[in-house]
């Protein structure tokens, strides 16, 4: 070893990881709040940057870093950090995908939400009106429901849906025959999907592929009266087209737990979270005791095995 490992914790994460990495006896400051200016600063002073999703990594930062060894994301998204750039500068990238039940806990949280209006019916009980029966709501069972990135979370997300009666078809870059076998889903292809499913929900990652890969012309092959619930990332949606769709009664409801900035920065994100239709969460997906005690223990692990490798 060449002294003690120095961590900046850059984003917000559990006091967990914080303990676990000094017992691990790093060196850790903890700044959730720091400033894009600081960082470029400072940032040569660390082995290790511990970010969220907040903390862009971009090739300017991982420059400017020039002691950095391990890049540590607390959660499974990286789209927030240049891995080309990562991997040019020799920099390690870590994460944990401790959160994956918690996100597919989630999704078929707001798929009840949404086919109950549960969210509606509860603002309307607490403003004193007793509406039973108002809008009648419809049961998942039954339901053909499309999973698109049939990764950790998603394949979690199709057993859940299996359980509830579902029929779940699902559509995934890679060959997911057998994994779709194994959970009782359908492969699909994106086409069939869409036209076929009365709820979608999107679990790929962020990438130049990914982005607004659900636009216009998805948006118009979906079922009318279909629902889409979003909980991988806010611009693998085109969020105005998605207002577009639910204002001509093409979507009957959306659940999105994420949006293309956070917090909501254009104005149509701003309507498109006050739209009556939609069911809106602040990024909450990974927000569980579990999910974080898990991510904490993994990264804390993970970050002290690319360490030792680095440095013995
Ligand atoms: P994963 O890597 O296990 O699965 C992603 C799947 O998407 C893979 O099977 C991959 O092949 C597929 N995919 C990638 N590009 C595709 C494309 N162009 N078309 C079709 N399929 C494609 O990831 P995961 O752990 O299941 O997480 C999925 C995403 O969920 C993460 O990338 C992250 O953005 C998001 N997430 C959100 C929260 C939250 O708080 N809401 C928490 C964790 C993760």
Known sequence: MFGVPSVLVADPVDSLLLRLLSERGFEVEYRPKVSREELLREAHRFDVLVVRSRTRVDSELLKAATSLKVVARAGAGLDNIDLEAARRLGVKVVYSAGASQSVAELTIGLLVAAFRMIPLYDRLVKLGEWPKGRYPGRELAGKTLGVI??????????????????????????DIAGEAREAGAEPSSLSYLLSESHAITLHVPLTRETYRMISWRELEAMRDGAVLVNTSRGAVVDGRALLSALNSGKLAAAAVDVLEHEPPKESWEKE?????????????????????????????????????????
Do not use: C, N, Q, W
């Open 272 to 312: 498109l979270i006050a739209h009556p239709k939609v069911i809106a969460t602040p990024h909450i997906g990974a927000e569980t005791s579990e999910a974080r005690r898990r991510i904490a223990a993994e990264l804390a692990e993970a970050i002290a095995r690319e360490l030792g490798d680095e440095l013995g």
């Open 149 to 174: 990135g049939f990764g950790r979370i998603g394949s979690r997300v199709a057993k859940l849906a299996k359980a509830l009666g579902m029929h779940v078809l699902a559509y995934d870059k890679r």
